[in-house]
């Protein structure tokens, strides 16, 4: 009885095909499932003499609704959509951070620069302690600033770390999968697998930019960066993070080779770690070591401009910041015991970059980081004649051998050692030098004025002198040879310029002194307000407060610019993901129509059972007899 | 187009959600009243902001610094009015003291009201400031600038003035040294002194008519020699001479830069000096006269040299007068340039405070308006998303 076999067949066809719609019911949330169909065919019919009779169906293949194309876009937007997205996020921070009206920098100097103002209208005691409570504050302002980037740095390395044990985890996943993948390869697809193979890689391409090949076994292996194999068939390569080779304090990323740990971090791209790399790189790092440089340049032109007069003591003015110097790290990898030194000759010619200083057996190589430009070295590296370039002085130590390297940071870590370094407010030097004075007894009005310094280091400079006219046109210093006065040029003396305004007479005497005793004298105070406007960094184009500004606006354009790429990058998501989902998705109302159908024809070809069964009672009645 | 039940909800949910996210940034907008959030917003409107800012806190301080300038220029002019007025009064003192009528005891009356005066000239000079400094002691302000001394007055502070920055390009002069104004005042005629030699016998007194400076003076001296009462001599410093004439009482010499009237009658061998004149302080000035009229003129040769310390005296007030008044106008001028300052520094900071506006400061009408059209926007994608989401076949199964 044909009739009843073709029954059963179909009704176990049709539970199949009913069984693929609960399936796909069930999955309508699951991420990467692909929409199966159950594909039925008629059996190959029977020949019967008079010719061919259907044998009835059977269930073909379990098929996913699947295209590797649209799979593979999706992938690729999510890895960008991840990047930027992260970039974003993470820049976002240190935009906030930089401009608050009321935390970032620009107030603190601003109030700083105020109280020198005071303090150069009207040198007094009150606007002494104004000042020095507002070069705390700014020390501080400018120290909290450095320690939220420094934590920033913190909490990058850590999200560094998450995303690379996720990488190692994805990785074991799909070396899993692989396997089961290639175990059960006998023909039929496991279809479930497959898309949580193709799920896996969707995250893994989230984090790191890859590149996928299938190859014959079915298995589909994984590269990172430029070529560095993260799974092989059911194998895996881990990523790992370490010490810095220069320093201890931070992390980098490293791939585990056959042949040992390579870092990496220059060559991956993409996905949240390659976002997170960039952020470190590009944003982080530049702005802490511009930063850095603000500071130095601040504090530097403070106290070379308060060395140029005297405190309330009437002695030269001592540095009122302290500021921490260079960075120079030798690697860990290095065979020689060589060590550097270097110092910061000249700020102005520092970029936001780090340094690689190289030993290439022939000589010393000076790299910038960020560049790859090599700077032309000068000298020899004794402290008497140090290596010199860009602004850099490196005075080396010790030998070193072919291949030694060393990391320069000129800037990164000059907040960890800004500070007071005055005590007080007597400190600050608010008065000139020297005096010059015209004797009472003068027969002319001629007049002279306090004098300019030309040559602090003259050892002579504060002695003090007196200018003896013989006639109006010549005279001697503390008796000394005879000299031509000529009106309009300056007479110098110890390393000072004294001008001389009028027409002396013979006899005339104008003293000069070591300026004591002047607690209203502003003459250095007005130029320590005028380093507010100084010109010191960026090749002598920018003031410490445009600097800053320069920092906010970088860090606002790239931060921006993330902001825009990541929301490009998210339509470009969606509409990769809504084909995908186009394609794959399951649509309810097709599966409560499929559900109908498979319903309804479930009952038919019960019905055929059930008519099958009645033509067999026909049967054995007729034969009962 | 299929549409799966997984990519309606991404994007009904995508959209909402971005919906939300305008409308937050439009409701921060408003609630701060900036149009920057953040430097992202706008980095090059975020760096110029910061240049505002930076310009209008040191604009602050200059409109701070100048008013400071103007109250110590305010000072400095209000103490030098009324050295001025106590000149004056030392000046009318002088001139009546020097009446014939005037008898010993009544000159003495007047010499201790000059000696008052000369007190009360020495406390104005000695002025302080609202934070305790002195006002006319050039750098050294912590100093007393002037002190008597045995036979004279001290000067104690220098010739330092201090400038105050007032705008970017601009600074003012404080106060003048007192350096300037008290102490060196040069006597006679500012330049060319005339006087009678102490040994003189006869009654002369002498002036010298010339009361403006000489162009190309040499510092150069000269006597006026009396061989009788009727020749004199003019010598230069040298001895030799230099012209020769004869002379009645009332008549007026050349003698080098001076022109040299003597009054009276001078004696065979009286002398009279002309030469540079010496800084004096204007409180000798006074004390001097002071001290001249507390002697007894009582023979017309006394009465000859009182005159002669009296005529000294009141070219030499004259001279202080004339030195005050000119730093008075110079601190006057000074304190017109720190009012302007002051409109100017007013005028920036109100062109600076638009420009930051204008950066900074949101357009509420637009912020409002765009508020409400996201609003409405968000509400009818919430609606329709509701009712779309409620349509299924499996309601009908």
């Given amino acids: ?625 | 187009m299929r549409v799966s039940n997984q990519g309606f909800f991404r994007n009904a949910v995508g959209n909402i959600q971005g919906l939300q996210q305008e409308l937050n940034a439009v409701q921060e907008q408003i609630a701060t009243g900036r149009r920057i959030q953040r430097p992202s917003d706008d980095p090059n409107g975020a760096s110029r902001i910061l240049d505002y800012r930076e310009s209008l806190a040191t604009l602050e301080q200059y409109q701070r610094n100048t008013e400071l300038a103007r109250n110590r220029l305010r000072l400095s002019e209000d103490t030098l009015t009324q050295v001025t007025s106590a000149l004056q009064r030392a000046r009318e003192l002088t001139l009546q003291a020097a009446n014939a009528s005037q008898t010993n005891e009544t000159r003495g009356f007047i010499a201790t009201e000059l000696s008052e005066s000369v007190d009360a000239l020495l406390a104005l000079a000695n002025t302080r400031d609202a934070s305790d400094q002195f006002l006319f002691s050039g750098f050294q302000s912590g100093t007393q600038p002037f002190s008597r001394t045995i036979g004279g007055f001290t000067y104690n502070g220098d010739d330092g003035q201090r400038f105050i920055q007032v705008s970017a390009s601009r600074q003012i002069a404080d106060t003048n040294s007192g350096d300037e104004i008290f102490a060196r005042i040069r006597e006679g005629n500012g330049q060319v002194i005339v006087g009678a030699a102490p040994a003189n016998t006869g009654t002369g007194v002498a002036i010298n008519e010339v009361q403006t400076r000489v162009q190309g003076y040499d510092f150069s001296t000269f006597d006026v020699v009396f061989l009788d009462t009727e020749n004199y001599e003019v010598r230069d410093s040298l001895g030799a001479v230099v012209s020769s004439g004869t002379f009645e009482p009332g008549d007026s010499i050349a003698a080098g830069p001076a022109q040299v009237r003597i009054q009276g009658q001078p004696e065979a061998g009286d002398t009279f000096t002309v030469g540079p004149a010496p800084n004096r302080d204007l409180f000798s000035i006074v004390e001097d006269i002071a001290s001249a009229l507390a002697t007894d003129a009582n023979d017309a040769t006394t009465r000859a040299e009182l005159d002669s310390a009296v005529n000294r005296g009141l070219e030499g007030i004259d001279r202080a007068l004339e030195r005050v008044l000119e730093v008075r106008t110079s601190i006057g001028s000074r304190l017109a340039a720190a009012e302007s300052q002051l409109d100017t520094n007013l005028g920036t900071e109100l062109v600076l405070q638009e420009a930051l506006a204008g950066v900074e400061d949101l357009d509420l009408a637009d912020a409002a308006s765009r508020l409400a059209a996201q609003a409405s926007a968000l509400e009818a994608a919430q609606q329709s998303f509701i009712r779309v989401q409620s349509l299924s076949l499996f309601n009908f199964l």
């Fill in chain 1, 1 to 625: 009885m044909t009739i009843i076999n073709t029954g059963t067949d179909a009704l176990t066809a049709f539970q199949r095909s009913l069984d693929t719609v609960a399936q796909n019911i069930a999955n309508v949330n699951t991420e990467g499932y692909s929409r199966q169909t159950v594909t039925l065919r008629a059996r190959p019919p029977q020949f019967v003499g008079f010719g061919f009779l259907g044998r009835g169906v059977e269930v073909a293949s379990v098929t996913r609704s699947y295209s590797e194309f649209l799979t593979q876009q999706v992938q690729t937007a999510g890895s960008s959509a991840a990047r930027f997205s992260t970039l974003a996020g993470f820049a976002a921070r240190v935009d906030d951070l930089l401009a608050d009206p009321s935390g970032g920098l620009s107030p603190a100097l601003s109030s700083f620069y105020a109280a020198v103002q005071d303090f150069s209208s009207d040198p007094s005691s009150a606007t002494r302690t104004a000042i020095f409570a507002e070069a705390g504050n700014l020390v501080e302002r400018f120290d909290a600033l450095d320690q939220r980037l420094v934590e920033t740095t913190r909490e990058t390395t850590q999200a560094i770390e998450q995303s690379v044990s996720e990488i190692n985890q994805l990785a074991t996943s799909l070396a899993q999968l692989n396997g089961q993948i290639g175990r059960g390869a006998t023909g039929a697809v496991p279809n479930d697998l497959l898309d949580q193979r193709d799920e896996v890689i969707r995250q893994l391409a989230e984090r790191i930019d890859v590149t996928t090949v299938a190859d014959s076994g079915g298995n589909i292996n994984l590269f990172i960066g430029n070529g560095q194999t993260l799974v092989v068939g059911t194998e895996r390569f881990p990523l790992a993070v370490q010490q810095s080779e220069f320093d201890p304090t931070r992390r980098e990323v490293v791939y585990e080779s056959l042949n040992g740990r390579i870092p990496i971090e220059n060559v991956l791209t993409g996905g949240t770690l390659g976002g997170l790399l960039e952020f470190q790189s590009d944003i982080l790092d530049p702005s802490r070591r511009a930063l850095g440089a603000t500071a130095a340049g601040f504090a530097q032109t403070f106290n070379a401009q308060n060395a140029q007069g005297f405190d309330e003591f009437g002695e030269f003015g001592t540095d009122i910041f302290s500021i921490g110097g260079a960075q120079a790290l030798a690697s860990t990898n290095n065979s020689g015991n060589g060590a550097i030194s270097v110092t910061v000759e000249d700020l102005s010619q520092i970029d936001e970059t780090n340094y690689r200083f190289i030993d290439e057996g022939a000589g010393f190589r000076l790299v910038r980081a960020d560049t790859g430009q090599v700077l032309p070295l000068t000298g020899s590296g004794t402290s008497a004649d140090p290596y010199r370039a860009g602004g850099l002085a490196i005075v080396l130590t010790g030998t070193t051998d072919d291949g030694d390297q060393f990391n320069i940071e000129p800037t990164l870590a000059a907040i960890d050692g800004l500070g007071l370094a005055a005590a007080d407010g007597n400190a600050f030097a608010a008065a000139g030098l020297l005096r010059g004075e015209a004797a009472l007894s003068n027969i002319s009005d001629a007049t002279i004025d306090d004098g300019t310094v030309v040559d602090i280091n003259n050892p002579n400079l504060l002695d003090g002198a007196s200018i003896n006219f013989l006639t109006a046109t010549t005279f001697q210093i503390d008796g000394g040879p005879t000299q031509t006065f000529t009106p309009g040029s300056p007479i110098t003396v110890n390393g000072a310029e004294f001008q001389i305004t009028g027409t002396p007479a013979a006899g005339d005497q104008f003293t000069i002194a070591r300026n004591t005793a002047a607690d209203g004298d502003n003459r250095n105070a007005l130029l320590l307000a005028s380093t507010q406007d100084a010109e010191v960094l960026a090749d002598g184009t920018l003031s410490v407060g445009q600097a800053y500004a320069q920092l906010v606006a970088n860090v606002g354009s790239v931060t921006a610019r993330a902001q825009a790429s990541s929301s490009a990058q998210q339509v470009v998501l969606e509409s990769a993901v809504n084909r995908r989902l186009e394609v794959s998705g399951v649509n309810l109302d097709e599966e409560a129509a499929d559900l109908i159908r498979f319903q309804q024809a479930y009952q038919a070809a019960a019905q055929v059972v059930a008519v099958g069964s009645e033509l067999f009672d026909v049967l054995l009645n007729a034969t009962r007899r």
